[in-house]
Antibody
Framework: EVQLVESGGGLVQPGGSLRLSCAAS????????MSWVRQAPGKGLEWVAN????????YHVESVKGRFTISRDNAKNSLYLEMNSLRAEDTAVYYC?????????WGQGTLVTVSS | VVMTQSPLSLPVTLGQPASISCRSS???????????LNWYQQRPGQSPRRLIY???NRDSGVPDRFSGSGSGTDFTLKISRVEAEDVGVYYC?????????FGQGTKLEIK
């Protein structure tokens, strides 16, 4: 059974940093692109970033470029999102998802709240 | 690529059909010949669940009352007979062009 379990969310002040993690199991993690997708409270879905199977290619949505960095550790079956210079508008539930030019599998999400 | 859904609110009587439209600002035909148009359902308080991939292919476990169609820039999700468990928000999403983008969502409710 495919499982994606996010962790690392919480309350952080504007300008602060946070590192999200996603533990994957039930499939060959190193064989798939992976993504982060977020959803602000009461709003729609927004793709944030993705990373190639071997980590050699990474892409981020314009609004987080220079502030967020996606990475992965295939030996640990884990996906990460390093978030710096956080803003109020980054407040959202962050989901990790297995990618196939779509997202068949999603985690349960982790809530990031940016507030003073 | 901008994805535009309509309607944004969809009240439906149980047992009746429902249809959601999704239009993209440019063609979703990829260089490999596929169109990466996906449909998702998000029930209240849950993570999104994919229903349809590559325009018309149902994901495993998705009831056959859900169907997808379309081509180029115009796509449709149809529910043949709405059931109570179908309440939630439906999103289209394109995976052809980077960055991947979602529609605004269509909220389906029971009349």
């Amino acid at each position: 059974e495919v499982q994606l379990v996010e962790s690392g969310g919480g309350l952080v002040q504007p300008g602060g940093s946070l590192r999200l993690s996603c533990a994957a199991s039930g499939f060959s993690f190193r064989s798939y692109w992976m993504s982060w997708v977020r959803q602000a409270p009461g709003k729609g879905l927004e793709w944030v970033a993705n990373i190639k199977e071997d980590g050699s290619e990474k892409y981020h949505v314009e609004s987080v470029k220079g502030r967020f960095t996606i990475s992965r550790d295939n030996a640990k079956n884990s996906l990460y999102l390093e978030m710096n210079s956080l803003r109020a508008e980054d407040t959202a539930v962050y989901y990790c998802a297995r990618e196939d030019r779509g997202f068949e599998y999603w985690g349960q999400g982790t809530l990031v709240t940016v507030s003073s | 690529v901008v994805m535009t859904q309509s309607p944004l609110s969809l009240p439906v009587t149980l047992g009746q059909p429902a249809s959601i439209s999704c239009r993209s600002s440019q063609s979703l035909v990829h260089g490999d010949g596929n169109s990466y148009l996906n449909w998702y359902q998000q029930r209240p308080g849950q993570s999104p669940r994919r229903l349809i991939y590559k325009v018309s292919n149902r994901d495993s476990g998705v009831p056959d009352r859900f169907s997808g169609s379309g081509s180029g820039t115009d796509f449709t999700l149809k529910i043949s007979r709405v059931e109570a468990e179908d309440v939630g928000v439906y999103y289209c999403m394109q995976g052809t062009h980077g960055p991947f983008t979602f529609g605004q969502g269509t909220k389906l409710e029971i009349k």
